[in-house]
């Protein structure tokens, strides 16, 4: 699974997917381009796995609430008999207000929005059910999977609706989903990870401990990666405002040193706890987290 | 000690400092603010980074403002009000005249009795000054409260060969009373030649002015030229009080060459003349007995024939043989003393300095045919001390001259033929004109029908002007030398002047005071003379500026060093009309406060410093904001 045809990468450029006018548009460009590039389709089929309960999302259908359930705990809960996809698919979208940084024509958000709709888009095509959730320091959007006609409509108008928030604070919203989601589902987190790194490794292990895989899209602005800067400015934190007036030259080998020290930190123990990281400049094209998905998803069969 | 400002209007610049601090105040937002995600990765040393912008800033803010500051009160020229002046101590200063007419003996001794008389009375807590004047002041005590040295400084003065003169004695009194209070005793003999000569000289209006009269000269005579006339020496001797005889002694080379009685008539002037054998030598003679001022009971004569000075007629070639021909015969007429050597050359062979080598003067008649190698050796030469009289005729090419000589050199238009003009001396006492008698209109009758129209273009002076107003001559400093330009002809095309009696000895003093700088004077002043040994009577050597020469090498020249005959002038002036003389008033303290301002200023220079501060305090401001 290789993309051969350097012309359609051009449907990959994030440069490119900032003049495309929606999501939906951005998404089918980017997953066709994609997939005209590989020599064989990843679409498998696979076989049915088992029932379960769960906290009921909006976007469930009502008929599948256990109103017993809601009778004796007073909370909604979703019987699941059985499955009505080859895998349930959550992406889980960082809308920090970190993630509203971006130097080129694409913040962070923006990338990780397009990158979600894509995977989207490609588990449609794939039957597999994707749901939304974005969080900051608490989950703020929230669409369960489904194959449901119009399912990849209502997440894709929920990804363009997304406005950068607080700071991250992975630990609530990782914590409720982990308990919400269907064990052995696949867990994609779309983050800058800019958060207690042992936090962060501790959401990812209880979604381990689940029995769900894990892919880590830990996407970093390209000025994130080289620290360009040259005149002295005051950065301005893009959670909470704090200031910090510098020279850049002088602060550029520790700043490197930091992000770097982060990078190597979320490859190796994540790594380790059998997630699957994967860094992303958002300044490159798209195809690698695509790749990465697919490689996943392969391994599942 | 406080301190003063010759400029305080300058001070105002010192607002300006507010410049840099408002720029300081609104430079906070100026850093542009970058949004950033990962600034948790800045925080390693973001404090420190902050806090040392903040101590930068404030580095710059307070280097800035200092520079600006430095340099309005470099501008207002700061100096520091000497200890002195802000005591507010009196000063009496004691002025003792030490001219030649002060020689005799008792009188000089009873002069400096009055003198100490006046240290002795002067105010206690006063400091006291010691001033001998003659020919030029010199403070021999400065100003000290031991009066002991002063008094012993009186004992040690000694009446000199030297003219009065007050005006520079009093100038360099107020010089030295600065801002102080002051009092000056003046012990003189109040002799009226005194005042002839000197620079202006004012007092401030509280300045006291004590003048102590040693009462008139004594019987005195005296001999006041002796000149070499032919094979004989005249020697003219006068002198005051009754008519007797006195005899006069001759000595050439320190042999005696004979004695001879002359009879001096009362109050009058007598002649008595020795014949010369001598071609060279230096004579001497003297009056057998010394009288009441010895300095001028002698005389001496330097018999050796002098070197002609070298005058140099610029003609155009071709211009016929009257051009230029006045001016030569003008010249060849001086008799000795002060006869030229005169060479006619055409300008066309002057393409170099070696036609004008050993040259005192040039004068320009005609340029037709000079290229600028010409005018340039014309203007060097006048560099050195020699003179130029340049005549601004229809063969002359001004815009040549000018443009060896510079911006400075005047701006001439030769104007067309109109109505007929004569020419008047400004100044009667200007050296070119002072011999003339003016009563009888020595220039008057000279008719000028064509002129050129002169303006000066730097410092100069106008010495003669035409009767519409027009300058005629005018003349100006070039380096060392003198130049002169005559707004007509002088080869009897737009006038006629060079037809007139005045004529030859016009040219004449013109050429003399142009080229005095290379050209010895007949002989020198006692105590004028920046030279060795030319305080008294005698003979000293004498060499023009530059080693300029004849031949080009160092010649001196033996010239005679006499009393100024006016030192002789029995006629005194009563002490009042010695006061009234001076100009007193609030401008002349204003003056003084200023001048001493000044003088102080200009010892401490201390805005050289602050500039040099401020100079320092940008170069670091420019390596702390590279930095920053």
């Given at each position: 699974m290789r993309v051969s045809r350097p012309g359609e990468l051009r449907f990959l450029d994030p440069a490119v997917i900032a003049r495309l006018a929606t999501l939906e548009l951005r998404a089918r460009t980017i997953v066709e381009g994609f997939?005209?590039?590989?020599?064989?389709?990843?679409?498998?089929?696979?076989?049915?796995?088992?029932?379960?309960?769960?906290?009921?999302?909006?976007?469930?259908?009502?008929?599948?609430?256990?109103?017993?359930?809601?009778?004796?705990?007073?909370?909604?809960?979703?019987?699941?008999?059985?499955?009505?996809?080859?895998?349930?698919?959550?992406?889980?979208?960082?809308?920090?207000?970190?993630?509203?940084?971006?130097?080129?024509?694409?913040?962070?958000?923006?990338?990780?929005?397009?990158?979600?709709?894509?995977?989207?888009?490609?588990?449609?095509?794939?039957?597999?059910?994707?749901?939304?959730?974005?969080?900051?320091?608490?989950?703020?959007?929230?669409?369960?999977?489904?194959?449901r006609p119009g399912h990849l409509s209502a997440l894709l108008h929920a990804l363009d609706a997304q406005q950068p928030g607080a700071r991250t604070d992975v630990g609530p919203p990782f914590t409720r989903l982990a308990d919400a989601l269907a064990k052995r589902g696949l867990v994609v987190v779309i983050s800058d990870l800019f958060d207690d790194p042992a936090r962060v490794i501790k959401g990812m292990k209880y979604f381990r401990h689940r029995g769900c895989d894990v892919i880590v899209f830990h996407l970093l602005d390209t000025a994130e990666l080289t620290f360009p800067f040259d005149q002295p400015a005051r950065f301005r934190d893009m959670e909470d405002d704090s200031e910090i007036l510098m020279h850049p030259a002088r602060a550029r080998d520790s700043y490197l040193e930091g992000i770097t020290g982060l990078i190597d930190g979320y490859r190796r123990e994540l790594g380790a706890a059998g997630v699957d990281y994967q860094l992303l400049d958002t300044g490159r094209p798209l195809d690698s987290a695509l790749l990465a998905y697919l490689t996943t998803r392969a391994r599942r069969q | 000690m406080n301190i003063g400002f010759l400029s305080p209007l300058f001070l105002l610049g010192l607002l300006t400092i507010a410049i840099p601090i408002v720029l300081h105040l609104f430079r906070r937002r100026i850093d542009p603010i970058v949004p950033f995600a990962a600034t948790r990765f800045l925080r390693r040393a973001p404090v420190e980074q902050a806090q040392r912008r903040r101590l930068q800033d404030l580095l710059l803010l307070a280097l800035r403002a200092a520079a600006l500051a430095l340099l309005a009160i470099g501008f207002a020229r700061p100096y520091f009000a000497s200890p002195v002046d802000a005591s507010g101590a009196g000063l009496t200063i004691v002025m003792v005249d030490v001219s030649a007419s002060m020689g005799d003996e008792r009188r000089f001794a009873e002069a400096l009795e009055r003198a100490g008389d006046a240290i002795g009375s002067a105010p206690s807590g006063d400091e006291v000054a010691v001033m001998a004047f003659a020919a030029r002041p010199e403070v021999v005590v400065e100003p000290t409260a031991d009066r002991g040295a002063a008094r012993a400084a009186l004992e040690r003065l000694r009446p000199s060969a030297a003219a009065t003169r007050y005006?520079?004695?009093?100038?360099?009194?107020?010089?030295?009373?600065?801002?102080?209070?002051?009092?000056?005793?003046?012990?003189?003999?109040?002799?009226?030649?005194?005042?002839?000569?000197?620079?202006?000289?004012?007092?401030?209006?509280?300045?006291?002015?004590?003048?102590?009269?040693?009462?008139?000269?004594?019987?005195?005579?005296?001999?006041?030229?002796?000149?070499?006339?032919?094979?004989?020496?005249?020697?003219?001797?006068?002198?005051?009080?009754?008519?007797?005889?006195?005899?006069?002694?001759?000595?050439?080379?320190?042999?005696?060459?004979?004695?001879?009685?002359?009879?001096?008539?009362?109050?009058?002037?007598?002649?008595?003349?020795?014949?010369?054998?001598?071609?060279?030598?230096?004579?001497?003679?003297?009056?057998?007995?010394?009288?009441?001022?010895?300095?001028?009971?002698?005389?001496?004569?330097?018999?050796?024939?002098?070197?002609?000075?070298?005058?140099?007629?610029?003609?155009?070639?071709?211009?016929?043989?009257?051009?230029?021909?006045?001016?030569?015969?003008?010249?060849?007429?001086?008799?000795?003393?002060?006869?030229?050597?005169?060479?006619?050359?055409?300008?066309?062979?002057?393409?170099?300095e070696q036609p004008l080598a050993g040259a005192s003067l040039v004068v320009l008649v005609g340029t037709a045919g000079m290229d600028r190698r010409g005018a340039d050796a014309v203007a060097a030469l006048v560099e050195r001390g020699g003179g130029l009289l340049l005549t601004v005729g229809p063969s002359v090419n001004v815009d040549l001259v000018a443009s060896a000589f510079g911006e400075r050199f005047p701006r001439v238009r030769v104007g067309a033929a109109g109505a007929e003009l004569g020419m008047t001396p400004v100044d009667i006492r200007h050296p070119i004109f002072r011999l003339f008698d003016l009563e009888g209109g020595a220039f008057n009758t000279a008719r000028f029908t064509q002129t050129a129209t002169i303006a000066l273009a730097g410092p100069g002076s106008v010495l003669a002007r035409f009767d519409n107003g027009a300058p005629a001559l005018v003349e100006q400093r070039h380096g060392q030398g003198r130049l002169g330009v005559f707004a007509s002809d002088l080869s009897n095309r737009w006038n006629d002047l060079v037809l007139q009696p005045a004529f030859v000895p016009f040219i004449n003093e013109a050429a003399w005071w142009l080229a005095g700088n290379l050209t010895p004077p007949l002989e020198l002043v006692a105590g004028e003379a920046a030279l060795p040994d030319a305080d008294r009577p005698g003979v000293v050597a004498w060499t023009p500026p530059a080693g300029e020469s004849r031949n080009g090498s160092v010649a001196a020249l033996p010239l005679a060093v006499n009393v100024d005959p006016r030192e002789l002038d029995p006629d005194r002036i009563g002490a009042d009309d010695f006061a009234s003389r001076i100009e007193r008033g609030e401008a002349e303290a204003q003056a003084a406060r200023v001048a001493h301002a000044r003088r102080q200023e200009a010892e401490q220079g201390w805005w050289r410093y602050g500039l040099g501060l401020m100079l320092i305090g940008l170069v670091v401001e420019s390596l702390i904001g590279r930095r920053g």
């Open positions: 997939l005209s590039g590989l020599h064989r389709s990843p679409l498998r089929g696979f076989s049915v796995e088992f029932a379960e309960y769960r906290q009921y999302f909006p976007g469930d259908e009502l008929s599948t609430i256990d109103w017993k359930v809601y009778a004796r705990t007073d909370r909604y809960v979703v019987k699941k008999f059985e499955e009505e996809t080859n895998l349930k698919a959550y992406l889980l979208l960082d809308v920090s207000g970190s993630m509203g940084y971006g130097s080129g024509s694409l913040t962070k958000l923006e990338y990780g929005a397009v990158l979600a709709a894509s995977l989207a888009y490609l588990m449609q095509r794939q039957r597999d059910a994707a749901g939304l959730f974005t969080f900051d320091s608490e989950i703020r959007t929230a669409v369960a999977p489904s194959l | 005006r520079a004695a009093l100038a360099r009194a107020a010089d030295l009373a600065r801002t102080r209070p002051a009092r000056l005793v003046m012990v003189t003999d109040l002799q009226e030649s005194g005042w002839t000569e000197g620079p202006h000289v004012a007092l401030r209006g509280d300045i006291v002015l004590e003048v102590v009269d040693v009462g008139p000269m004594p019987v005195n005579a005296g001999i006041t030229a002796a000149v070499r006339d032919g094979n004989e020496l005249a020697v003219r001797v006068e002198g005051t009080g009754p008519a007797r005889e006195l005899q006069v002694a001759l000595a050439i080379d320190g042999q005696p060459a004979g004695q001879r009685p002359v009879k001096l008539p009362a109050d009058g002037a007598a002649e008595v003349r020795f014949p010369l054998r001598a071609e060279r030598g230096r004579a001497r003679v003297a009056l057998a007995a010394i009288d009441g001022v010895p300095a001028d009971d002698e005389r001496w004569v330097v018999l050796d024939p002098r070197p002609r000075p070298r005058a140099v007629v610029v003609t155009a070639p071709g211009a016929g043989r009257s051009e230029g021909l006045y001016v030569r015969r003008a010249l060849e007429a001086a008799e000795e003393p002060r006869a030229w050597d005169v060479d006619v050359v055409t300008a066309d062979r002057l393409r170099g």
